[in-house]
């Protein structure tokens, strides 16, 4: 069974940082591109950022402020987030793809994110 299972969400301030973890389990992580997007309810999702053996991608509106990073022996999923800003907050649902830039093949219950001083 397919799982992604996100952790690390919460409050923090603008300016802020937060660490989000994906544990990932049910199939083989090397196969597959794996990422985050991001929904804010009422609209439609955004991808953030995709890693895989061949790319890793941001969003131009997280470029430089977000760090996507995997480790395939221990099924982990990290995206660092520093410097957020009050247009980040959302909930983030880690995802797998068959390539970065295509659409998720399965994802998360997501965590929330806020951003509020």
């Known amino acids: 069974q397919v799982q992604l299972v996100e952790s690390g969400g919460g409050l923090v301030q603008p300016g802020g940082s937060l660490r989000l973890s994906c544990a990932v389990s049910?199939?083989?992580?090397?196969?597959?591109?794996i990422g985050w997007f991001r929904q804010v309810p009422g609209q439609e999702r955004e991808g953030v950022s995709c890693i895989s053996s061949r790319e890793t991608t941001y969003a131009e509106s997280v470029k430089g402020r977000f760090t996507i990073s995997r480790n395939n022996r221990k099924k982990m999923v990290y995206l660092q987030m520093n410097s957020l800003e009050p247009e980040d907050p959302a909930v983030y649902y880690c995802a797998a793809y068959v390539a970065c830039g295509s659409g998720p093949v399965a994802w998360g219950q997501g965590t929330q994110v806020t951003v509020s001083s």
């Open positions: 049910g199939f083989t992580l090397d196969y597959y591109a």
